[in-house]
């Protein structure tokens, strides 16, 4: 077995490497929202690119297990947003999730189409070109976080906002 030398490696590691800095995120609203995409495109501070799962059916047979591949599972997409001032990106996410589901009477929006939202991440590469984009389909914020505040931190306020994908799509799967 030969040893690789790090000229090896850089030389197999294309472009450098893809940089976990280096994303845009875009949060698209439904139009009773009337949210700002771009302002909301600066201010997601982290996010993750999207997992699947493929479930697994065991079909027993004479004492051995087939295992088959089931249903395909979508996991949640977490982005951690800071806050401004103004409040705008939460305010906005407040106003979309309670159009879903009301604070005070539990009524609510009834047709998806209604409050289902795309949403995209890109993994961009050092020039600013897009390396691998991701569409999520059929999102909405399942859940909206806490923002922490007290005297011992200087901070700049943050919060994270859980969303709900039906799928996801990207350059490999459509």
């Known amino acids: ?39 909301t495109s600066f201010l997601v501070k982290a996010s993750k690119l999207p997992d699947s799962t493929l479930g697994e059916l065991a079909v027993p047979f004479r ?17 951690t947003i800071i806050n401004d001032t103004d409040f705008k990106i ?34 961009l590469d050092r020039d600013g070109s897009t390396l691998k984009r991701y569409d999520f389909r059929g999102c909405w914020p399942k859940a909206i976080a806490e923002i922490a505040v007290g005297y011992e931190s200087e901070a700049i306020e943050e919060f994270e906002c859980t969303w709900t994908v039906q799928y996801w799509e990207s350059n490999t799967t459509s």
């Open 63 to 79: 004492g051995r297990t087939l295992k088959m591949a089931g249903a395909r599972e979508f996991g949640d997409w977490t982005t």
């Open 90 to 123: 939460r305010n906005d996410l407040e106003k979309w999730s309670n159009a879903i589901n009301e604070h005070s009477a539990n009524t609510g929006l009834s047709n998806t189409n209604d409050y289902f939202a795309d949403m995209v991440i890109e993994q």
């Open 1 to 39: 077995m030969a040893i690789l030398g790090i000229d090896d490696f850089k030389s197999k590691l294309t472009g450098g490497g893809a940089r976990s800095t280096l994303y845009k995120a875009t949060v698209n609203y439904p139009s009773f929202v009337g949210g700002d995409v771009e302002l």
